[in-house]
């Protein structure tokens, strides 16, 4: 059982949150959160690149001098991959990077990564995350106060909040994520994750529908 401090927005204590870890994610797979957060970053390459293969480079297809009797070596078309200006002998073609690991496993992956980070001390919990119109000043002077500034943050709330997601979408290394949109990926890339505590209460409500 861990036993995470609340804080409020001004960088206050005003209580604590038990949370079994274990409870989350009842095993730990490297492997499986390895696995899962190289499908997501092989689901954002462009695959867009391509070179010339010898059939689409500009040049003659003559051959270049006769086959034998002039002392050099046998050599055919201008186009060869052999010679500058040649074509790509493998040449790239455009392909689709993406491909899906099955859902109970993403699922198992973004709880593992939800462990990961409570049991590294990496979570922040704040009692309450609300404004009444966007205002990146004071998502900034919040971040400040919970001493993650200039640290990279991923903002969990336990639902879309517009007000949120705007307050902090101009901030440099601070990203916003439901609990519903949660990754292994998205845990993981920060150096923190600063949650509601009604976010926390989504979590475990849904980890414990998946057992």
Known sequence: MASLPIFDRSG?????????????APRMSKQLMHDVVVMYQANVRQGSAKTKSRAEVTGSTKKLYRQK???????GS?????????????A????????RLPRRALQSATRMALRAKIESGEIVVVDGLS?????TKDMAAVLGALKLAGRSTLVTTAAYDVNVYKSAR?????SVCPVA???????LQPQRVLVTKDALDEI????????
Do not use: M
């Open 12 to 24: 206050n204590e005003v209580g604590t949150y038990e949370i079994d870890p274990a409870a989350l």
């Open 69 to 75: 009797g002039t002392g050099n070596a046998r050599a």
């Open 78 to 90: 201008r186009r060869s991959g052999v010679r500058r200006g040649g074509g790509h002998v493998f």
């Open 92 to 99: 790239r073609r455009p392909r689709d990077y993406s491909y």
């Open 131 to 135: 404004f009444g119109e966007p205002c």
């Open 170 to 174: 101009n901030i440099d290394k601070v």
């Open 181 to 187: 949109e949660l990754n292994a990926l998205a845990v």
């Open 204 to 211: 475990q409500k849904k980890a414990q529908a998946k057992q």
